[in-house]
């Protein structure tokens, strides 16, 4: 979190850290984001997450950040939208069931669907700037390449990439690594 937050431009006394997310789920990223805060002003601007159920939590845990049903979208393919504001970070958590090595009953298809749909999600970033963007997922080879392919194409970012063990940085009981990618947006504003 603290790499997502340094050095961001200053923001006007009182205005809201501007938020948002795809594959949303139910945005445990937001929650930490809400912590590191610590009761200064979000605006959680816009979601994108395709399961209903979701969406509904989501709105209804986030509407006194802005989130509603309006702006909570399904189809991650469909942005960027062209009334969709800047956002100081954009979160993106694709889905890590098909690279999972527990279930190897996932196809190269259903891990290709994935990265597109990434790919989709980056066409926010590619038009919309966001200062910061952070793409978390497992730290398997074919994840980190697909990552690193589009992510490289974003001429407008550096980046870096952290790896995690739940296990071992927090006490969790799960043992899958994640890797979390950091983007930032090196261009004026």
Known sequence: MGLALQDLLPRAEGS?????SAFSGLD???AALHEHLDGAPMHYAFAAEQDERL???LCHTWEGQGLEPGNAHANVRLLPLPDLPRVTLFSCT???KPFSEVNPAWTHRDRAVVLADLHCALNYVRTHKPHRVVIENLTTEDVLVGI???VGQLLDYDFERHELCPS???GIPTR???S??????????
Request: proline share 9%; glycine share 4%.
């Open 16 to 20: 809201p850290f501007t938020y948002a």
């Open 94 to 96: 694709p889905s890590c």
């Open 55 to 57: 969406r509904k939590a």
């Open 176 to 178: 899958r690594r994640r």
């Open 148 to 150: 690193d392919t589009m």
């Open 180 to 189: 979390y990618c950091c983007l930032l947006y090196t261009s004026p504003s």
């Open 28 to 30: 445990g990223f937001a």
């Open 168 to 170: 071992r940085d927090f």
